[in-house]
């Protein structure tokens, strides 16, 4: 069975600051991993995906294996990352498969 | 850059009454999927929909739900008799290519109030 696991709900940050949202999944095959942000109200976004290992807004976020892990890592947090991160796992068994969602954690920059 | 158009945004419906969540997907995509967050908690899948036909569904989207895709271009989701606990935002989503690491991209969704 797929399951992502953010463990932390809430998190809270000064502006400047690192910031890492954990996540950790549990999948027998091979993962595809996301990273989507809600901000206020508005759509889920695509904030990254494991396999193009870019950085968006500053973020960047690397697939761990063998800790079944794909934290998500920003250096020098901004007030306008202020918003809702959430974790998601599809699977490569089936085209088109389904995502897998985590609790989510809400981060918070504070000036 | 296209999008996913979810209407309406906010649906108010007496508990008992039939629903029709109403979205467009981006127009080349071929697989569409819902998914409701109840106030709260988590996004949970409820179905995905590719070549005309269910591909896979939740143990969530029981007889009371169906999904069409009528006309090439809207995907609905219907609840045939609300109730309470159907209280949630509904968000759609659709994605081009059922390729490895392609993004879902999804809609604003749809507040359903079950009263």
């Known amino acids: 069975a797929q399951r992502v696991t953010q463990p932390e709900k809430l998190l809270s940050v000064f502006k400047g600051a690192p910031v890492e949202l954990k996540c950790n999944y549990s999948?027998?095959?091979?993962?595809?991993l996301f990273w989507y942000v809600q901000y206020s109200r508005q759509r889920l976004q695509l904030l990254l995906r494991h396999i193009s290992r870019e950085s968006i807004k500053g973020f960047t976020a690397d697939l761990n294996k063998g800790e079944t892990s794909f934290h998500l890592k920003k250096p020098f947090a901004q007030e306008e990352d202020s918003a809702m991160y959430y974790c998601a796992l599809g699977g490569e068994e089936t085209s088109g498969s389904r995502l897998t969602f985590g609790e989510g954690t809400q981060l918070t920059v504070n000036p | 850059e296209p999008e996913v158009t979810q209407t309406p945004s906010h649906q108010v419906t007496q508990m008992g009454q039939e629903v029709i969540l109403r979205c467009v997907p981006i127009?080349?995509?071929?697989?569409f999927y819902w998914y409701r967050q109840i106030l709260g908690q988590k996004v949970e899948f409820l179905v995905s929909?590719?070549?005309?036909?269910?591909?896979?569904k939740s143990e969530i989207f029981d007889d009371q739900f169906s999904v069409e895709r009528p006309d090439g271009s809207n995907f609905t989701l219907k609840i045939r008799s609300t109730k309470l606990e159907d209280s949630a935002m509904y968000f759609c989503?659709?994605?081009?290519?059922?390729?490895?690491?392609?993004?879902?991209?999804f809609g604003d969704g749809t507040r359903l109030s079950i009263l």
């Open positions: 929909f590719y070549n005309n036909e269910i591909s896979e």
């Open positions: 989503a659709s994605l081009s290519q059922g390729t490895y690491n392609q993004p879902q991209h």
């Open positions: 999948y027998s095959g091979s993962p595809e």
């Open positions: 127009s080349n995509h071929l697989y």
